[in-house]
T-cell receptor, first 110, second 110 residues
C-alpha cells in the first residue's frame, strides 16, 4: 500500500515568515495529493489539492508543488498569520483511498 | 446542508462492550470512509465504501465491521471494544477524491 512520510513533525515560525512542509510517497500510481488543516479539537479541512497532471497550484497565501519523478510534494504558506497555527496533514491517493502523513504542528509566533 | 454528520460526539465504553458509530452525508457522494486518529500517527483508514453496496478493508480493520446502509449512511461497529480502540474516529465522504470529514467521535475504552 501507499506510504506517506511528512516532515518536519513540528514547525515554529515568526509571524510574517514562510512555512514549508514536505511529504514523500511510495506508490508511483498515486495521482491526487491533498493537504488538510486541523485546528485543535476540530475536523480536518481540505485547504488545497493537486493532481498529477499539474506541477504547482496556488491559492492566495498557500501553494503546493509536486515532483512526480522524485515522488514528493510540498506545502508553502507565505506571510504566516496566527490563524495559520494548526496541524497540517498531507495525503496521497491512487484510487478511492487517501493515505495520510503523520502531520506537522505549525506554530506561528507573534 | 450539514455535510457529514457523526453520532455520538463522545462515548465511554467498558472493555468488551459493543457499539455502533453512525455517519450520514447529504452531499450525494458515492464514497465514504472511516478513519481513526491517534497522536503522532495521522489518520489511518479502517474501512471504506467506494460506492453503495460495496465495502473494503483499509489499513487497520481488525476489531471493526462496517455497513453501508444506503448512499447516505455508513456505520462502524465495534463488536467487543478493547482499550487499544481508544481514539478519535472520523467519518468522511468524497467525490472525485476530494474528501470531507465529519466532526469526529472521541471514544474511550476503559
Amino acid at each position: 500500500g501507499e506510504n506517506v512520510e511528512q516532515h518536519p513533525s513540528t514547525l515554529s515560525v515568526q509571524e510574517g515568515d514562510s512555512a514549508v512542509i514536505k511529504c514523500t510517497y511510495s506508490d508511483s500510481a498515486s495521482n491526487y495529493f491533498p493537504w488538510y488543516k486541523q485546528e485543535l479539537g476540530k475536523r480536518p479541512q481540505l485547504i488545497i489539492d493537486i493532481r498529477s497532471n499539474v506541477g504547482e497550484k496556488k491559492d492566495q497565501r498557500i501553494a503546493v508543488t509536486l515532483n512526480k519523478t522524485a515522488k514528493h510534494f510540498s506545502l508553502h504558506i507565505t506571510e504566516t498569520q496566527p490563524e495559520d497555527s494548526a496541524v497540517y496533514f498531507c495525503a496521497a491517493s491512487d484510487d478511492y483511498k487517501l493515505s495520510f502523513g503523520a502531520g506537522t504542528t505549525v506554530t506561528v509566533r507573534a | 446542508n450539514a455535510g457529514v454528520t457523526q453520532t455520538p460526539k463522545f462515548q465511554v465504553l467498558k472493555t468488551g462492550q459493543s457499539m455502533t458509530l453512525q455517519c450520514a452525508q447529504d452531499m450525494n457522494h458515492n464514497s465514504m470512509y472511516w478513519y481513526r486518529q491517534d497522536p503522532g500517527m495521522g489518520l489511518r483508514l479502517i474501512y471504506y465504501s467506494a460506492s453503495e453496496g460495496t465495502t473494503d478493508k483499509g489499513e487497520v480493520p481488525n476489531g471493526y465491521n462496517v455497513s453501508r446502509l444506503n448512499k447516505r449512511e455508513f456505520s462502524l461497529r465495534l463488536e467487543s471494544a478493547a482499550p487499544s480502540q481508544t481514539s478519535v474516529y472520523f467519518c468522511a465522504s468524497s467525490e472525485d477524491k476530494m474528501a470531507f470529514f465529519g466532526q469526529g467521535t472521541r471514544l474511550t475504552v476503559v
